[in-house]
């Protein structure tokens, strides 16, 4: 069982980002997938989730209108589309599976972190 985002990467500020966070050895389409970031010196923050279902996103307040994720579930993988990327958003970047159809408040799965560093 295993979660593995990646994608990151040097951006410069107002540029954008994919980060797919891909499954192996469980089926991702039961779970909804969250991501979460943190930043040097700072705790982690959810960043945005995508229920199983894929019918309902929701995104943090600072994240909203720049960030969408997505589900490809013939791929086994979910996606978050950055834009407009802020150089406060630089953080390492985390994808995690939760078994709830709600919410992503207590995964049972984590990724490996991703680094995403926005240069102003």
């Known amino acids: 069982v295993q979660l593995q985002a990646s994608g990151g990467g040097l951006v410069q500020a107002g540029g954008s980002l994919r980060l797919p966070c891909a499954a192996s050895?469980?089926?991702?389409?039961?779970?909804?997938v969250g991501w979460f970031r943190q930043a040097p010196g700072k705790e982690r923050e959810g960043v945005s989730c995508?229920?199983?279902?894929?019918?309902?996103?929701y995104y943090a307040d600072g994240v909203k209108g720049r960030f969408t994720a997505s589900r490809d579930n013939a791929k086994n993988t979910v996606h978050l589309q950055m834009s407009s990327l802020k150089p406060e958003d630089t953080a390492l970047y985390y994808c995690?599976?939760?078994?709830?159809?709600?919410?992503?408040?207590?995964?049972?799965?984590w990724g490996q972190g991703t680094l995403v560093t926005v240069s102003s």
């Open positions: 995690a599976a939760d078994d709830s159809d709600y919410d992503c408040d207590n995964p049972d799965f």
């Open positions: 050895g469980f089926n991702l389409d039961y779970f909804s």
């Open positions: 995508i229920t199983n279902s894929g019918r309902s996103t």
